[in-house]
């Protein structure tokens, strides 16, 4: 009798997280910000993304100092934000890495961008401030498909030691 139940235990278990998860493991996709031209005095004090037909999956990492938000709507979009808790949590020219694998999202189906007038994955912007005695002079920059990089993975990578 024992021998009956585990293996439709085991079934019933892998039904229900193919259920709960929907998403294949080998599509998961990590989520970077990269390539921002910053100055040497240059710093990221914040980042918005408005998200398109992805499931977020997880939060990877939160840079030290920072407050992460991932939001999914009821539609389609979804929002990822982050922000400097405070100034000396901003995030200089040489501690860019901290914006790498944030996020392990979940990508739509090729199918979604068949169809005309759809928005794009990600569309988003960084706050960029300038170190300077006077002024703390902070623009919003676009971020653009070479910012926004996705890579395959199976999961979050394991903790930095930096």
Known sequence: MLRRRVPFRAAVTLALAAFLCPWRADALQLVS?????????????????ETWAIEIVAVCRIPPGWQITAIESIDPGGRLAGSA??????????????????????????????????????????????????????????????????????????????
């Open 33 to 49: 910000i990269e390539k921002l031209d910053l100055a040497p005095n240059q710093y990221v004090t914040s980042f918005e993304i």
């Open 85 to 162: 808790t405070g100034f000396v949590a901003n995030i200089g020219e040489n501690h860019l890495t901290n914006l790498k694998d944030l996020f392990l999202i979940a990508p739509p189906s090729p199918e979604v961008y068949q169809a005309p007038d759809v928005p794009p994955m990600f569309n988003g912007s960084v706050i960029v401030g300038t170190y300077d005695w006077d002024d703390h002079d902070e623009h919003t920059l676009p971020l653009n498909t070479s910012n926004l990089v996705m890579r395959p993975a199976k999961g979050c990578p394991p903790p930095s030691q930096n």
